[in-house]
């Protein structure tokens, strides 16, 4: 049976790791961040252009596709693996080490964003997924201008959810910032998305409409 994550939280700094060397892997900022993502995007999608010799119209239509589609998968991991726990001690320090730790620390500004080598494990991982799936439909070459277009999709939530944990909201986007919030403190098995909740919608996880 799946156990929630609990809505309690602590301030400072959580520690996932009694190695100072795989405890400073789990740390990183923004400008780390934009440096070492930006630039993996910026080659993807020079390699899509000019290697790959995708057109323009093709290659835009592919880049926001993969855009968009990053909002599903940020929804189905943050809630199916992120959020999957049970009873047995390996899965609860699995959870503490993806996710676990940032519900207990939501303030830990040092884990508000993925670091880079879990990062391009896990992008690494996906794009060898797309490609296959691609390939499989006879465009491997496709990935090339989707894949670019979800890393893209994933740099701007990533920032995006760090903004909701440090800043005050635009009050454009003050609904975002109020969805995420009662998924930290109110309803930590509901309001999953944070770019969108557009998936909350289709997948029944709003919160209740009182709470919105």
């Given at each position: 049976?799946?156990?929630?994550?609990?809505?309690?939280?602590?301030?400072?700094?959580?520690?996932?790791?009694?190695?100072?060397?795989?405890?400073?892997?789990?740390?990183?900022?923004?400008?780390?961040?934009?440096?070492?993502?930006?630039?993996?995007?910026?080659?993807?999608?020079?390699?899509?252009?000019?290697?790959?010799?995708?057109?323009?119209?093709?290659?835009?239509?592919?880049?926001?596709?993969?855009?968009?589609?990053?909002?599903?998968?940020?929804?189905?991991?943050?809630?199916?693996?992120?959020?999957?726990?049970?009873?047995?001690?390996?899965?609860?320090?699995?959870?503490?080490?993806?996710?676990?730790?940032?519900?207990?620390?939501?303030?830990?500004?040092?884990?508000?964003?993925?670091?880079?080598?879990?990062?391009?494990?896990?992008?690494?991982s996906l794009f060898g997924m797309y490609y296959l799936i691609f390939w499989v439909i006879g465009v491997p070459h496709f990935t090339f201008g989707f894949f670019p277009g979800m890393f893209f999709g994933y740099l701007m939530y990533s920032f995006l959810h760090r903004a909701t944990h440090i800043s005050s909201p635009p009050k454009l986007f003050a609904h975002l910032w109020h969805h995420h919030q009662l998924h930290h403190y109110k309803y930590p098995d509901k309001a999953y998305g944070v770019s969108t909740f557009f998936w909350d919608r289709v997948f029944g996880t709003m919160p209740p409409k009182k709470m919105r």
């Open positions: 049976m799946k156990n929630k994550v609990t809505t309690e939280f602590q301030a400072g700094k959580a520690q996932i790791f009694k190695s100072p060397a795989l405890e400073k892997l789990t740390n990183t900022n923004p400008f780390v961040n934009i440096a070492f993502y930006g630039l993996a995007i910026i080659g993807l999608i020079l390699t899509g252009l000019f290697v790959i010799d995708l057109n323009a119209p093709l290659f835009i239509g592919l880049f926001v596709s993969g855009i968009l589609f990053w909002t599903l998968i940020e929804y189905l991991l943050h809630r199916f693996i992120f959020h999957w726990i049970v009873d047995s001690r390996w899965s609860k320090r699995f959870h503490f080490i993806i996710h676990g730790a940032h519900h207990s620390y939501p303030s830990d500004e040092d884990r508000l964003l993925m670091p880079p080598v879990p990062g391009f494990i896990i992008a690494g």
